[in-house]
């Protein structure tokens, strides 16, 4: 089995404008298929913004109080901005196995296996696609998104964590689709987490996600 590198690891310091990272991430999608560039974590925050994917029904638009953008990823309506870890996630399937519902899968475990060392407790639901867990009301709600796009098969967008965003501004939409279920963050958990921690956590749970995307051959 060929030995395969450690993606690059990249956290972006401040707000990162969502026209620049799209464009990024095709730029560097590009490389990975070409063999020119590496594989990348990139781990970043965005301004307030609501992105649109393949899926979205303009009715869950509720109010477009923040610029609004065509993400070309999988799903539906989604909330970025402060105090919300975005991971975009870079790997050449090719390479690590050419199904897409197990790359999905691995993504949701790894944010899981994230958020057990930090002290919460989460897991997928049957049907919804995302990472959920029980808020400080003992309701079902959703405290991180899964989004991807896989091109010529290399993946694109990933995973968002909500850290400390501010809840309300998911109210300009209907997040994923989900009306029925609310959103939580581990700030809201009373799990009060810095970015460091988190980006931690997740470094340390990396290989565990790689390792479930080796090909079987």
Request: hydrophobic letters at 40%; charged letters at 25%; one cysteine or more.
């Amino acid at each position: 089995m060929q030995k395969l590198l450690q993606p690059e690891w990249t956290i972006a310091s401040g707000l990162t404008d969502y026209s620049e990272a799209l464009a990024d991430m095709e730029q560097r999608a590009a490389a990975i298929h070409a063999g020119e560039g590496a594989e990348r974590i990139w781990l970043l925050e965005h301004p307030p913004l609501y992105t649109a994917g393949t899926s979205a029904d303009p009715a869950e638009l509720l109010n477009p109080q923040f610029p609004v953008y065509d993400a070309g990823r999988g799903g539906r309506y989604t909330y970025h901005g402060p105090g919300q870890r975005v991971g975009y996630v870079q790997l050449d399937l090719t390479k690590r196995g050419r199904d897409v519902r197990a790359y999905v899968s691995a993504l949701e475990g790894w944010v899981i296996d994230a958020l057990a060392l930090l002290g919460v407790e989460a897991r997928r639901a049957d049907g919804r696609i995302g990472i959920w867990t029980d808020d400080e009301h003992g309701r079902e709600a959703k405290i991180g998104a899964i989004g991807v796009r896989v091109k010529r098969w290399v993946t694109m967008h990933g995973f968002s964590l909500n850290v400390s965003p501010d809840l309300a501004h998911f109210g300009g939409i209907v997040p994923c689709g989900i009306a029925e279920y609310p959103v939580t963050s581990l700030a809201a958990l009373c799990r009060a987490t810095s970015f460091a921690e988190v980006d931690t956590a997740l470094a340390d749970t990396l290989p565990a996600f790689l390792d479930k995307l080796r090909p079987s051959d």
